[in-house]
């Protein structure tokens, strides 16, 4: 099964009730696994989960740690990109340089990096001391 076939499955298991705006996300690890993520709103909006992060809980709980490859789909008239929160979390398992492709359910895709979606990324590095002096 490709990505995409992955999140436009899961896509339609998503719970907006409140939004109707249903997303879904699919993951390729770094052994070659698929785990996929749909977002599930909550009445006390906006505390709901985003397919992203659904995603990369699937892969955590079975796991792998490593993004290799990640597709988003949505009904949206351009590809939509993840929120700020989702970019900081895919940023977490993933290079700069992985490709995170954008999508429409009619068909448009938009390839970029994780780098391109947050440039100037906060990481574990920042946290680091120096040692020296």
Do not use: W
Not at 67 to 72: G, S
Request: net charge negative; proline share 7%; with cysteine.
């Amino acid at each position: 099964m490709t990505l995409l076939e992955a999140a436009t499955a899961v896509r339609e298991n998503a719970y907006a009730p409140y939004s109707r705006f249903k997303v879904g996300a699919a993951i390729r690890s770094a052994s070659g696994q698929v785990f996929t993520g749909c977002n599930v709103e909550n009445v006390a909006y906006p505390e709901g989960t985003c397919a992203e992060a659904g995603a990369i809980a699937a892969m955590i709980a079975a796991g792998e740690s490593r993004i290799a490859e990640i597709l988003v789909i949505a009904d949206s008239p351009t590809p939509v990109p993840p929120c700020g929160g989702c970019r900081q979390k895919i940023a977490e398992f993933a290079s700069p340089d992985v490709t995170v492709t954008l999508c429409t359910t009619d068909g448009k895709s938009n390839p970029v990096t994780v780098a391109d979606l947050l440039p100037g990324s906060f990481s574990a590095s920042h946290m680091t001391r120096s040692t020296d002096g």
